[in-house]
């Protein structure tokens, strides 16, 4: 089983944004040393505590700072944008950086509705009805099949280069899955936003329409994780994630301290802090054994060959730790 990073960029309280893009090129050329397969980042806009608005910027850093280890988005939302920028953005990076790029599409808004129209021209973005469009011309641009009586007609995406960058599509809904099967596409599944998804993946490999770029369906997951050398650490350091979800991903990420002080506040005020259930999402937390357990226990429920790890705490340095002890704890082939 393959294991890979999404890096969403978090902004620890007390930080800053630069300083949070600065640590996701070194958990990158961490997470090549430690043997993990592929490195994603996340498009978010106008959150305080994700630095990562535009991926295509960040993919690039990364590469040119990594020497082996494939480097994408997870991902860009595609419904913000024209599929040919999109194309030229990632055959730009393609050409760069030749074999290591992935692009990852989402159909999310990565942000509030009105931050996501202000991401449109005209204040209006293309409603989801058009995304299943939206990716067939991209996949066409991307890889010089424009057909002669499309509207795009004469276009063709640059520069050229030999290969596309590999495409994704991001799920957490059955419609992006469905889509994913529908056009012949690897799939990553976000378990870590709707755990629910085991029966839409396996429909996602029993109904898929081999294609021209993916004769077989590929299927990762993507799992939230916190790994530390104690249990009881690994609780500590997921309190400042649970506390900032429950905060409705709202503000930079609070230290462990903080977030305890302010569980003890709604313990006693529920009123005035409360912790909305429905913010809980599905976390993995422990010490390496317990963690590498539950990830290949996650996997085998979804058929996936590829978990896809996010970690989120607020100290950076327990953030690279967690990843070095998931990849010790699967024996991953790691490098000087």
């Not at 990565?110 to 299943?132: C, F, K, M, W």
């Not at 997921?238 to 930079?252: D, E, H, I």
Request: one cysteine or more; a negative charge.
């Amino acid at each position: 089983m393959r294991l890979s990073v999404l890096d969403q960029t978090p902004v620890p309280q007390g930080s800053s944004p630069a300083t949070a893009l600065r640590n996701s090129i070194d958990l990158a050329q961490h997470a090549e040393r430690l043997g993990y397969h592929r490195f994603w980042v996340a498009e978010h806009h106008n959150m305080g505590g994700l630095a990562g608005s535009s991926p295509e910027i960040l993919i690039g850093h990364i590469a040119e700072n990594t020497d082996r280890i494939r480097v994408g988005s997870g991902g860009v939302m595609l419904t913000h944008y024209s599929p040919l920028k999109v194309a030229e953005n990632f055959r730009m990076l393609e050409a760069l950086h030749p074999g290591r790029i992935d692009l990852g599409l989402g159909r999310a808004p990565g942000s509030d509705h009105v931050t996501a129209n202000a991401l449109a021209r005209g204040g209006q973005r293309l409603s989801i009805e058009y995304y299943p469009t939206m990716i067939q011309e991209l996949r066409q641009l991307l890889h010089d099949r424009v057909p002669d009586d499309g509207p795009l007609r004469g276009i063709q995406a640059r520069p050229q280069t030999e290969f596309a960058p590999e495409m994704w599509l991001l799920a957490s809904s059955e419609d992006s899955a469905a889509i994913a099967s529908h056009f012949g596409l690897p799939l990553s599944w976000a378990h870590f936003i709707n755990p629910h998804g085991a029966q839409v993946c396996r429909a996602y490999t029993e109904q898929f329409t081999p294609s021209f770029s993916h004769t077989e369906p590929s299927l990762s997951i993507c799992a939230a994780v916190l790994c530390a050398a104690t249990t009881e650490e690994a609780n500590v350091l997921a309190t400042s994630l649970k506390m900032w979800r429950a905060r409705g991903l709202q503000g930079p990420i609070p230290s462990p301290a903080e977030a305890e002080t302010l569980a003890d506040a709604a313990a006693k005020n529920p009123l005035t802090v409360s912790v909305p259930p429905e913010r809980e999402k599905p976390l993995i937390v422990g010490n390496p054994a317990e963690v590498k357990r539950q990830i290949s226990e996650t996997a085998e429920m979804y058929g996936a060959d590829e978990v896809v790890i996010v970690s989120i705490c607020h100290d950076h340095d327990a953030r690279v730790r967690s990843y070095e002890l998931v990849s010790e704890a699967f024996a991953l082939t790691t490098s000087a």
